[in-house]
C-alpha cells in the first residue's frame, strides 16, 4: 500500500526550512528517502530502520517514528540545490521491495 | 563509483516494433530492478531480479519481458506496447536481497520511451 507524502508542494526561499512527512497505514520496517530533479534519476538520501532513528546527511536529517509509521526528512537553511522531487520508499517486513509515496514537490528560490 | 548506466537514452517506437532496453552496474550488486515512472508520479516497480533469478514480477503485461544475462547486466524486452506505455523507465541495483532489511538501491539516468 503506498505511503502517504505531505505536503504535496512546498515553495520557500533560500535559508528557510522544510519538513516533509511519509505516513504508512502498514507497519514498517525501513523507510528510504530520494531525492528527484527534474529528468534525472533519484538519488538516494538516506534509510531509515525501525527503532526511532535519526540519521543526518549535511542540513538534511530524518527521523522514523515507530509508533505512529512515519518518517519526516527536515531540512534545514535550504539551499538552491535543494530543488526537486521528493520520494520516501517504504519497506514491509518481507516484501524485498520498496513502494513509493506520491512524492513532494520542493521549489526554493533566491 | 555508484554507477548504474542505461542505453538508450530516448526511443521512440511503433506499437508493432520490438526493441531492448539495457542497464549496466559494475558495482558487484546481486539485485537489480526495473521501474517505470509517469510524469510526476513515483516510481513504480515493475521487476525484481536476485542473483540472477527473477523474484519478483508485479504482474506486469507480457509485452514486457525482462532479463538478466549475468551478475551485471538487466535487459528489458519490449514488443507490441501500447502508447500507455510510454514513461520513463528507471534501472536500479543494490547489494542484494539477503539482508534483515532493503539495502540501498541506486538508480541509472532511465529511458525515456515513447510509443507512437
Known amino acids: 500500500q503506498q505511503p502517504v507524502q505531505s505536503p504535496q508542494a512546498v515553495i520557500l526561499r533560500e535559508g528557510e526550512d522544510a519538513v516533509i512527512n511519509c505516513s504508512s497505514s502498514?507497519?514498517?520496517?525501513?523507510v528510504h528517502w530520494y531525492r528527484q530533479k527534474h529528468g534525472e534519476a533519484p538519488v538516494f538520501l538516506m534509510i531509515l530502520l525501525k527503532g526511532g532513528e535519526q540519521k543526518g546527511h549535511e542540513k538534511i536529517s530524518a527521523s522514523f517514528n515507530e509508533k505512529k509509521q512515519q518518517s519526516s526528512l527536515y531540512l534545514t537553511a535550504s539551499q538552491l540545490s535543494y530543488s526537486g522531487t521528493y520520494f520516501c520508499g517504504t519497506e514491509i517486513m518481507g516484501a524485498q521491495k520498496l513502494v513509493f509515496g506520491q512524492g513532494t514537490r520542493l521549489t526554493i528560490n533566491p | 563509483d555508484t554507477e548504474v548506466t542505461q542505453t538508450p537514452k530516448h526511443l521512440v517506437m511503433g506499437m508493432t516494433n520490438k526493441k531492448s532496453l539495457k542497464c549496466e552496474q559494475h558495482m558487484g550488486h546481486r539485485a537489480m530492478y526495473w521501474y517505470k515512472q509517469k510524469a510526476k508520479k513515483p516510481p513504480e516497480l515493475m521487476f525484481v531480479?536476485?542473483?540472477?533469478?527473477?523474484?519478483i514480477n508485479e504482474s506486469v503485461p507480457s509485452r514486457f519481458s525482462p532479463e538478466c544475462p549475468n551478475s551485471s547486466l538487466l535487459n528489458l524486452h519490449l514488443h507490441a506496447l501500447q502508447p500507455e506505455d510510454s514513461a520513463l523507465y528507471l534501472c536500479a541495483s543494490s547489494q542484494d536481497l539477503t539482508g534483515e532489511m532493503l539495502d540501498t538501491q541506486y538508480f541509472g539516468p532511465g529511458t525515456r520511451l515513447t510509443v507512437l
Open positions: 502498514k507497519a514498517l520496517y525501513s
Open positions: 531480479y536476485s542473483y540472477e533469478k527473477l523474484s
